[in-house]
């Protein structure tokens, strides 16, 4: 189990589907931005999904992986959103 | 000292000015992502000069404060962007 914010600067007719699969597996806080706790099982199955979709010539996804939220403290500047009931 | 990732989500008309700040004082490594060591001082700063640009009812900038960067582990998948040379 690990935390992962996972941020990602995708091409526009792919980025609906790259949404749809990020929501499976976390928490939309931010426009470009996910965040939460997931398995290793569940990341490798999360990144398949993802490689079917995106284009690695163009596409851009990063996950940074913490070994747990009390790793990092995230103050706010702003609106705190938080995305996930939003329809795509 | 610390690292931080910093992400955000800004008005169209006014993200070129954060970018503009956040370029002085982090690397852009995305397009909503912005990386760096930083000092206390230079993020108190950093905050000012953002809360003079940004609409708090609109806008959103997140700062991941992470102890070092190695308390956390990135994995790129597609692109892995270098964007600081770039003009605005």
């Known amino acids: 189990m690990a935390y992962l914010i996972v941020t990602y600067d995708i091409g526009e007719d792919?980025?609906?589907?790259?949404?749809?699969?990020?929501?499976?597996?976390?928490?939309?806080?931010?426009n470009s931005v996910f965040e939460g706790d997931i398995t290793e099982g569940k990341l490798m199955k999360c990144r398949l999904e993802l490689e079917q979709v995106i284009?690695?010539?163009?596409?851009?996804?990063?996950?940074?992986?913490?070994?747990?939220r009390l790793n990092y403290r995230k103050t706010v500047m702003g609106v705190e959103k938080e995305l996930t009931g939003n329809i795509l």
Chains 1, 2 share one sequence.
């Open 14 to 30: 792919r980025v609906n589907k790259v949404r749809k699969i990020l929501k499976k597996y976390f928490t939309w806080v931010q």
């Open 55 to 68: 284009n690695k010539e163009e596409d851009s996804i990063y996950f940074y992986s913490l070994e747990n």
